[in-house]
């Protein structure tokens, strides 16, 4: 079974500069997260989709932030524009439902370099 | 809303030795627990969860973990470290009340096996 796929690994950009990252979730799942992890601490939850709805969004720096789910499949997280505090790997995510308890299985991240 | 506490961000072990990796944690409703491991420029990899039931929980790896309600702790153990075992371990609680997966992480704890 294929994994949570996450493109591009690796970005370096310029602040004020904007930058999009992809994910792609494991088949089936309907719970997409995105998680942006500081170095030095634990993952901190952007955003959560169920399906192409919007379950929650309460800690998105939404004046900055950005990602959407159109189709309830893949999904894409924008920053515009970056600032050198947006330096962190961020983690895309995915569950079969969005039930407490559920397995949240990892991809692999996409780490940005913002200087 | 609930939170997780990792005592000690770094821990050293000698190959063979025990390894105990401390979580506490607070909520206000029963909650979910979780191991995850994350090795260097990879994703979280889930080691075990407790949900309900059987408060010792086995994982992978050899890891185990004992939820204690009246400690507020879900401490990780492993009875002979390897080499291999050498990562980040973090920590997480999702509350079982509003229906969504609001997971919370820890710091993480620093695990070196030393041989």
């Known amino acids: 079974e294929a994994g949570v796929a996450q493109s591009p690994r690796y970005k370096i950009i310029e602040k004020r500069q904007s930058v999009a990252f992809w994910c792609n979730p494991i088949s089936g799942h309907a719970t997409l997260y995105w998680y942006q992890q500081i170095l030095g601490q634990g993952p901190k939850l952007l955003i959560q989709f169920q399906n192409n709805g919007v379950v929650d969004d309460s800690q998105l720096p939404k004046d900055r932030f950005s990602a959407e789910r159109l189709k309830g499949v893949d999904s894409t997280l924008k920053i515009q524009p970056a600032k050198l505090e947006d330096s962190a790997v961020y983690l895309c995510?995915?569950?079969?439902?969005?039930?407490?308890?559920?397995?949240?299985?990892f991809g692999e991240g996409s780490w940005l370099t913002v200087v | 809303a609930q939170s997780v506490t990792q005592l000690g961000s770094h821990v050293s072990v000698s190959e063979g030795a025990l390894v105990l990796l401390r979580c506490n944690y607070s909520?206000?409703?029963?909650?979910?627990l979780f191991w995850y491991v994350q090795y260097p420029n990879q994703g979280l990899q889930l080691l075990l969860k407790?949900?309900?039931?059987?408060?010792l929980v086995k994982g992978i790896n050899g890891f185990e973990a004992e939820f204690k309600k009246s400690e507020t702790s879900f401490h990780l153990t492993k009875p002979s470290a390897h080499m291999s075992d050498a990562a980040e371990y973090f920590c997480a609680v999702s509350e079982n009340e509003k229906g969504n997966n609001d997971m919370r992480f820890g710091a993480g704890t620093r695990l070196t096996v030393k041989p």
């Open positions: 909520s206000s409703v029963p909650p979910y």
């Open positions: 995510a995915s569950s079969l439902v969005v039930a407490s308890g559920n397995t949240i299985y």
């Open positions: 407790y949900t309900t039931g059987a408060t």
